[in-house]
């Protein structure tokens, strides 16, 4: 898609009001601290270079910021697909292999709050998290919000492990599992298994260096 060519396609939709559009990353920045949408429609790849998206989603990232980021790539590679949802992305949009009625859709389930992500997407996000080292899974938000058994069960809800799984491995009813869960879910502001592993996902990465700059909106797509 060239950036016109989706601007069109979302103004006819008449569901979204379209604040800008950019194809550098220059750009893309400048026009997001100008409009601040509540969504951000981002290419990994800019006029600027193949992955240059990247390089504007992690300078967008930053806890203060309320904006959604749906990152639009041209293949579904496992590294950038956890890549994208490590620097912040709520969504994932595959364009060679998806029609635009299913960005839209993408685009509402994003700006509703929910994160939009394939099943072979999270397997290489689950997969990630089982191969990481088991310290960095807690960052300082979840282990600020989160009780230490809590913690754990989340982390085990990442690896994959389902309710049954959890119980046999930590000595605990279902039922209390569930509660448990019910906690995680409510303390966290989340309604899913699968938004809580790409919580935990986020918690993963390293922690930023202060004095980033609180992240604005745009939508942003690159131009052929």
């Known amino acids: 898609m060239d950036c016109q060519l989706l601007v069109d396609a979302v103004e006819r939709q008449r569901s979204f009001t379209v604040e800008d559009c950019a194809t550098t990353s220059a750009e893309a920045l400048a026009a997001i601290r100008k409009n601040q949408p509540d969504i951000v429609v981002l290419s990994t790849r800019l006029q600027d270079g193949p992955l240059a998206g990247f390089s504007v989603l992690q300078n967008l990232h930053s806890p203060q910021s309320t904006s959604r980021v749906i990152m ?77 058994r809590e913690q754990e069960i989340a982390r085990l809800v990442a690896a994959a492990l389902s309710n049954r799984e959890l119980s046999k491995k930590l000595g605990l009813s279902e039922h209390t599992v569930k509660n448990y869960l019910s906690r995680i879910f409510e303390k966290l502001g989340i309604c899913t298994r699968s938004e809580l592993v790409l919580y935990v996902l986020d918690q993963s990465k390293p922690i930023a260096a202060a004095g980033n700059e609180p992240r604005p909106r745009v939508l942003a797509d690159k131009s052929a």
Do not use: Y
């Open 72 to 148: 639009l790539l041209d293949d579904e590679d496992p590294s950038l697909v956890v890549e994208a949802f490590r620097a912040g992305a709520r969504g994932l949009f595959c364009r060679r292999t998806h029609a635009f009625a299913e960005l839209r859709r993408c685009m509402q389930s994003v700006r509703a709050g929910k994160i939009w992500a394939s099943n072979s997407q999270l397997e290489w996000i689950v997969a990630a998290l089982t191969e990481a080292p088991e310290p960095k899974t807690t960052g300082p938000q979840i282990t600020k919000i989160l009780s230490k």
